[in-house]
Nanobody
Framework: QVQLVESGGGSVQAGGSLRLSCAAFGYTYCMYEMSWYRQAPGKEREFVSTIDSDGNTNYADSVKGRFTISQDNAKTTVYLQMNNLKPEDTAMYYC???????WGQGTQVTVSS
């Protein structure tokens, strides 16, 4: 399986930026497609963005044009650049491997108005 370690969360004001990282360790087969999800208090976990090893990406409508997903050359670390953050982006952000359904522990993002 795969261990996922997220980092980069924090507290920012609306309009600010953060860059999340997700480092994957383990079975590379599982790392073909890696995604970001988020869960706000009292809400269900929701899809944010995904990238596969071919570089194909997809985004939730709510983050299109503001968030950018990318990966390192080794395809073992995935990044989420978040710009123009809004209070509604406040959530715990999780990394996930789609093939093996591994989840990280999450990193908290808090955006104040």
């Amino acid at each position: 399986q795969v261990q996922l370690v997220e980092s980069g969360g924090g507290s920012v004001q609306a309009g600010g930026s953060l860059r999340l990282s997700c480092a994957a360790f383990g079975y590379t087969y599982c790392m073909y497609e890696m995604s970001w999800y988020r869960q706000a208090p009292g809400k269900e976990r929701e899809f944010v963005s995904t990238i596969d090893s071919d570089g194909n990406t997809n985004y939730a409508d709510s983050v299109k044009g503001r968030f950018t997903i990318s990966q390192d050359n080794a395809k073992t670390t995935v990044y989420l650049q978040m710009n123009n953050l809004k209070p509604e982006d406040t959530a715990m952000y999780y990394c996930k491997t789609q093939r093996c359904r591994n989840w990280g522990q999450g990193t908290q993002v808090t955006v104040s108005s």
